[in-house]
């Protein structure tokens, strides 16, 4: 057995009134039901702390539980069998021709994928909260990555009786005491790598300039070289 744990981090800290914690195994841990449940929770939660007119964003990253898509936005599969890929066409009044095989019928399909659609947005979006999506294998970019491996160290050197109540307890415990010392010192971090990254896509995006800019050079030399009127 393990602990799942869901929660929040600000400025100001660990917000306690978010924290999910609940015993599971590996195979049955958070899923997207659970997490959406959590967030329509949490984000109500946020609003009636902050109230009607303060602007809410919740950071998450693209584990598959946060990127669950709604039904009205999920793609056809390419495994699915040709009359389901019918179907899905025909509920989106989407024409297609008897005719056509699965192949082209997928392919009409793509052409006609509708804007995604997360569960979870949804469900934060009705209490007005914004989520927001860090680029995929970007965790260092998330200052809840910093508390999950403080956390972590915490109960390996204080666990002694490996006992999971205990381990429970000891969350808690670090969490509670995670203030806004420690939470600005994590989103100061977060913005240290922020800025690495701004620095290596400028250098990169003056590198392509420069790159494109031989380019020509280069293209307009040969066409010199291949000019008869030229000496």
């Given at each position: ?14 917000h306690l009134r978010s924290l999910d914690m ?98 979870v947005d949804r469900a934060a979006k009705k ?105």
């Open positions: 057995q393990r602990l799942a744990i869901s929660g929040l981090i600000s400025l100001s800290g660990f609940f015993k599971c195994d590996k195979v049955h841990s958070i899923d997207s039901k659970h997490f959406v449940e959590w967030m329509e929770t949490t984000a109500s939660t946020l609003r009636a702390e902050h109230g009607k007119a303060t602007p809410i964003a919740i950071l998450i990253d693209n584990a598959t539980w946060h990127n669950k898509l709604t039904p009205e936005s999920e793609p056809p599969k390419r495994a699915w069998q040709k009359a389901l890929v019918a179907d899905w066409l025909t509920q989106r009044k989407i024409k297609f021709e008897l005719y056509m095989t699965k192949a082209e019928l997928l392919e009409l399909a793509f052409q006609h994928l509708p804007p995604r659609e997360y569960i209490f007005d909260v914004q989520i927001v999506r860090i680029p995929i294998k970007h965790c260092v970019l998330n200052p809840i990555e910093l508390v999950w491996s403080g956390l972590k160290n915490y109960v390996r050197n204080q666990n002694v009786r490996f006992s999971l109540n205990d381990i429970s307890q000891l969350c808690n415990e670090w969490l509670s005491s995670l203030g806004p010392e420690h939470a600005i010192g994590y989103f100061k971090h977060v913005e240290k790598h922020e800025e690495i990254f701004k620095t290596a896509d400028r250098l990169a995006e003056e590198l392509d300039n420069e790159i494109i800019d031989r380019d020509d050079e280069s293209d307009n030399n040969e066409l010199d070289d291949d000019d008869p009127n030229s000496d």
